[in-house]
Each structure stands twice: as structure tokens, then as C-alpha cells.
């Protein structure tokens, strides 16, 4: 079945950088964009981010400049590297796939930007 497995969150201060990774399995992952996704309490889930499966990328306003997706298609993973953190970053973070009209969800991971 699809798995989309999230890791890499952490506490970070604000301007620092974290790595963020999604390892997927169950599905021909170099054919499919992947996406990020953000969410915090009481708010709606955010676009972050996606990379096609040519490997072309699309950023959300709020985070162009300071964020980088990247996939490894030998290891079935995308990466978003986060530089520049701002508090206002701080959320659960999710990688995403849609394929044959269903969108999967990994479980997500936490970021904390905070001195």
C-alpha cells in the first residue's frame, strides 16, 4: 500500500535551517509530483511546496527563496530544505502524492521555530 513517511522536524532558532524528508513506497514514485503541505492548530492545511516528476518546482509565496524541494528518485524520497526559519514557519509539515484521483498523506512531522 502507499506509505509517505515524514522525518527531520525538530526545534530550530529563528534563522536556522532544517532538512525535511518524506520516504515513499508503494507506488512508481518517479512518475508522480510530490508536494508539502504545512499545517498549524485551528488553521487550514497551507501549500508549501512541489516538485514534479521532471523535477521542476513550485513554491508557495510566503516561502520562495528560503525553501528547496528536492527527490532522489533511487531512494524514493523528496526533501524540502528550510533556510531563513521564521517563527511564522512553525507547523506540521506533510508530503503529498495524488494518484488516480486520491491524495495520500505521510503522518507529518513538526517544526518548531523559536528562540
Known amino acids: 500500500q502507499v506509505q509517505l513517511v515524514e522525518s527531520g522536524g525538530g526545534l530550530v532558532q529563528p534563522g536556522g535551517s532544517l532538512r525535511l524528508s518524506c520516504v515513499a513506497s508503494?507506488?512508481?514514485?518517479?512518475?508522480?509530483?510530490m508536494n508539502w503541505h504545512r499545517q498549524t492548530p485551528g488553521k487550514e492545511r497551507e501549500f508549501v511546496g512541489s516538485?514534479?516528476?521532471?523535477?521542476?518546482?513550485t513554491y508557495s509565496d510566503s516561502v520562495q527563496g528560503r525553501f528547496t524541494i528536492s527527490r532522489d528518485n533511487a531512494k524514493n524520497t523528496v526533501y524540502l530544505q528550510m533556510n531563513s526559519l521564521k517563527p511564522e514557519d512553525t507547523a506540521v509539515y506533510y508530503c503529498?502524492?495524488?494518484?488516480?484521483?486520491?491524495?495520500?498523506w505521510g503522518q507529518g512531522t513538526q517544526v518548531t521555530v523559536s528562540s
Open positions: 503529498n502524492t495524488k494518484m488516480f484521483q486520491h491524495n495520500y
Open positions: 508503494g507506488f512508481p514514485f518517479s512518475l508522480l509530483a
Open positions: 516538485i514534479s516528476s521532471r523535477g521542476n518546482t
